[in-house]
């Protein structure tokens, strides 16, 4: 029998129409984008359907944007019936997926989960205008050689590991003249590196004034103890008391996402089958990498739906 894992995507997967097909078909998911229009008291709707994209893509609209997607896709395909919550044995998410997993495992109300994704990209928005960061792919590269790399250029600036997505693919993140000197020279250790679009170092210790800025907003949102499995981007444990949610969610702005690691842990502990819920299709595209074996179903247009279904 399959064990399913439901997996939520982070940054970076927003794109604009997302979620509008699916609203359209499905009144929940309707629904949940009028709630979330509702609680921040404006249109996300409008920019999640319509952009424009420069808006959309910046990090304090995406992430409510995302995690509200990723919700009304959810309850879209509860709806449909294409899985129960209780098919689920465990869930996880990338970096803001996390927030959407511990929603979907029953730790957190939507209301008070959309409100803490809305002020942390808020405050990863201006922690990255405060400072010059900047995030860099590595391909080829595993802990070590990135390590050695972020070492090498250190005469630049400080960088550290931000991302271990999946075998042959890190990301760093810090001081931009180190990302882009880490750029020049990654050919020279075998490795192809691409600068990223992204609006700053994030997962590094430039989201410092980020994170100490969410831990009262932490502090104050009620949490439980999530009725499923919920594994932590920090250490690929899980999830259990709301004082530790509350750390790891603090640790992991400015602390490595070790998404491989979750997957890993997730397979180890019996889950035979995921689920991507969420705009676009990145986390199977690292799932494949990850264990190729491994059925991934994407759940993110209706065309998916019906495809599934």
Known sequence: MSKFAAIFPGQGAQLVGMGKDVAERFSVAAETFREADD?????????CFE?????????DIQQPAIFTTSVALFRAALDAELFTNADFVAMGG?????????????????????????IRGRLMQSAAEASAGGMV???????????ALCER???RGVVQPANFNCPGQIVISGDKAACELAAEVAGEEGLRAVMLPVAGAFHSAHMQPAAEGLRPALEE????????RVVTNVDAQYHDQPRAIR???????????????????LIA?????????????????????IDRKMKTTNVSTVAAFEKTG
């Open 39 to 47: 609680i921040l008291g404006f249109k996300l709707s409008t920019l």
């Open 51 to 59: 952009g424009p994209e420069d808006r959309l893509s910046a990090t």
């Open 94 to 118: 990338l970096s803001l997926g996390e927030y959407t997993a511990l929603h979907l495992a029953g730790s957190v109300e939507f209301a008070d989960a959309l409100r803490l994704v809305q």
């Open 137 to 147: 792919s590595l391909v080829g590269a595993d802990e070590e050689k990135a390590l």
């Open 153 to 155: 250029v250190r005469e």
């Open 221 to 228: 949102t009620p949490f439980m103890v999530p009725t499923t």
């Open 247 to 265: 750390e790891l969610l603090y640790q992991q702005v400015v602390s490595p996402v070790r998404w491989q690691a979750c997957v890993e842990r």
């Open 269 to 289: 502990d019996g889950c035979t089958e995921f689920w991507e819920i969420g705009p676009n299709r990145h986390l199977s595209g690292m799932m494949r990498k």
